[in-house]
């Protein structure tokens, strides 16, 4: 299957993400990925793409989307993948659909206090293990299971820059789910109960 799953920051996309590249046996391709790729090996794409990010600003549309199409022709996508953060923007949308036909753009959709109460309590180690003060808590208060380092809360789980993620979210990423709406393609599922709760919703409506 070809899929692209979008949902506001906290709603448990790359869970759901990981829920589908196991049943459905396809890659996951993140923009997030796809960029560190082409930045580290020094490929054409990677060397424009770093200016940018040097700079602080953006990646341009154009780059991503290179990228993008450069992916998706690969071997192993031949036979499905799922996108996870792109498209992010009507524009992206709109240059996808130039050179992959998608099967289905799964919404996760989540109440915003819900996400705001589920992000900022979200704890990190420098290890890559991440806890959750209510749902997953460390053994611990503040210690990493894993390796017994400190953990963190990131700038961007605190409440002000939540709002500010979620605010960009309703203006630039929203209105994409009118465009697949119109489709025909888009696939809505309540994100707010357990992460298999949501995982056997996404199974049924693409099954």
């Known amino acids: 299957m070809k899929i692209a799953l979008f949902g506001p920051p906290g709603a448990g996309k790359g869970t759901q993400a990981k829920y589908v590249v196991e049943r459905f046996r396809i890659p996951q391709i993140s ?12 490929t054409p794409l990677g060397k424009m793409a770093k200016e940018y990010m040097d700079k602080g600003a953006l990646v341009p549309n154009e780059v991503v989307i290179d990228m993008m199409k450069e992916r998706l022709s690969g071997d192993d996508c031949s036979g499905g993948f799922i996108l996870d953060g792109f498209p992010r923007a009507i524009s992206q949308a709109e240059a996808l659909s ?17 996400l705001i109460r589920r992000i900022t309590g979200r704890r990190m180690c420098k290890c890559g293990a991440t806890y959750h003060q ?19 809360q990131r700038d961007d789980d605190k409440p002000k820059a939540i709002k500010e993620r979620l605010a960009i979210y309703r203006s630039e990423t929203m209105p994409i789910a009118d465009y697949y709406d119109r489709a025909g393609l888009l696939v809505t599922v309540d994100g707010s109960g357990t992460p298999d709760e949501v995982a056997a919703q996404v199974k049924e409506k693409l099954d």
């Open 134 to 152: 209510d749902f997953a808590p460390p053994k611990q208060d503040g210690i990493c299971d894993q390796c017994g380092g400190p953990l963190y």
């Open 31 to 42: 923009t997030g990925d796809l960029l560190r790729s082409h930045v580290r090996d020094a």
């Open 98 to 114: 130039e050179f992959v036909d998608l099967e289905a753009v799964v919404n996760i959709v989540v109440d915003e206090g819900a």
